[in-house]
C-alpha cells in the first residue's frame, strides 16, 4: 500500500507493479513467505493492477517491497512544490503508525490499536488520483517516513512559502497520544528531528512526546493536499464520504520564509 501511494500522490492511476523479494529461506516457512506474497498481490488486486513480475533473492533477511508504475495526464500530476498563499492543506489520515509500530515492539499495544493500524496502513489512497484532477488543489504529497513536519517542510521549501499547521487539528490514531506519553517512539523520530528541527517552529513549552507525534515516521500515511480555502470543507466532505474518516484541515500556506510553524490553539 506504501508503495502504490507514491503513484496516487502526485495524481496518477498504478497500472502495474513489479514485486522485490528477499527471503531467508533456509530459516522461514515456505508457507509463511507464500502468506507475505499474497498479501502483496492482494492489495494489488484491490488498486485493480497486476503484480506483472519481479526479482526474488535469498536473504539474511525478510524484504517485501513494490516498486509501482503508473500513469497520468499531465495537466493533472501534482507536485509537492506547487501550494500556493492562501492554501488550506487537508490531512487524510490520522497519525501515529510509528507510534503504535513502536509499541508492538515493546508489548504495549491493545488489540484494538493493532487492528486500527492495520486498517489505516493498508488503506489505498486511491482518492488522490480524483483530487489531482480538481481545479482547487494545487498540491501534493503523501506523509510516510519524514513525519507530518518533514513532508510539510518539503511543500514549504519547494514553493519558497511558510506552512503553519495547527497542532490540535492535527488526526491521531486512537491511542497515539497514550502510547507516545509512555514512551513509544521511534529511532526515525529523533533522527527525524535532528535532520530538520532548525526549519520548525513550535509552541513554546511543547512537550517532547507532542513533538514526537509530529515526527513520527508514517507507513502508508494520508495524502497532505494543498487546496483553496473556499473548497477545503467541501473536499473534506468528500473525502470523508469516500473511505477516510479522519480527513481534515490541518493548516494553511502563508507568505513567508521556507518553514513550517505549529500553532496550538
Known amino acids: 500500500t506504501n508503495a502504490i501511494s507514491d503513484v496516487y500522490a502526485m495524481g496518477g492511476k498504478p497500472i502495474f ?34 503484480v506483472a513480475g519481479g526479482h526474488s533473492i535469498d536473504c539474511p533477511e525478510p524484504v517485501y517491497g513494490l516498486a509501482v508504475i503508473g500513469t497520468c495526464p499531465t495537466a493533472q500530476v501534482k507536485r509537492n512544490s506547487h ?23 515493546k508489548d504495549q499495544i491493545s488489540y484494538s490499536a493493532y487492528e486500527e ?28 517516513g519524514f513525519g507530518i513536519l518533514g513532508h510539510s517542510l518539503e511543500m514549504a521549501r519547494g514553493a519558497g512559502l511558510t506552512v503553519k499547521l495547527d497542532l490540535a487539528s492535527l488526526p491521531l490514531l486512537s491511542e497515539a497520544e497514550a502510547l507516545a506519553q509512555n514512551g513509544c517512539v521511534t529511532g526515525a523520530s529523533h533522527r527525524n528531528w535532528k535532520s530538520y528541527g532548525e526549519s520548525v517552529v ?54 513567508g520564509p521556507a518553514q513550517v510553524v505549529v500553532e496550538a490553539t
Open 17 to 50: 507493479a513489479l514485486a522485490i523479494v528477499g527471503m531467508p529461506i533456509d530459516k522461514m516457512d515456505p508457507a509463511d513467505i507464500r502468506q507475505i506474497l499474497s498479501g502483496g498481490a492482494s492489495i494489488c488486486a484491490e488498486a485493480g493492477i497486476p
Open 83 to 105: 501550494a500556493r498563499a492562501g492554501d488550506a492543506l487537508i490531512l487524510t489520515k490520522g497519525l501515529g503508525i510509528g507510534i503504535y509500530s513502536s509499541a508492538i515492539k
Open 117 to 144: 493500524m492495520v486498517a489505516s496502513t493498508t488503506l489505498l489512497n486511491k482518492i488522490g488520483a480524483e483530487l489531482a484532477a480538481h481545479p482547487a488543489v494545487s498540491a501534493m504529497t503523501d506523509v510516510t
Open 202 to 255: 513550535l509552541p513554546e513549552g511543547l512537550e517532547d512526546w507532542r513533538r514526537h507525534i509530529l515526527t513520527d515516521p508514517q507507513t502508508s500515511g494520508g495524502l497532505l493536499v494543498a487546496v483553496t480555502t473556499n473548497e477545503a470543507e467541501n473536499l473534506v466532505r468528500h473525502i470523508r464520504d469516500n473511505g477516510y474518516p479522519r480527513a481534515s484541515i490541518v493548516g494553511r500556506i502563508e507568505h
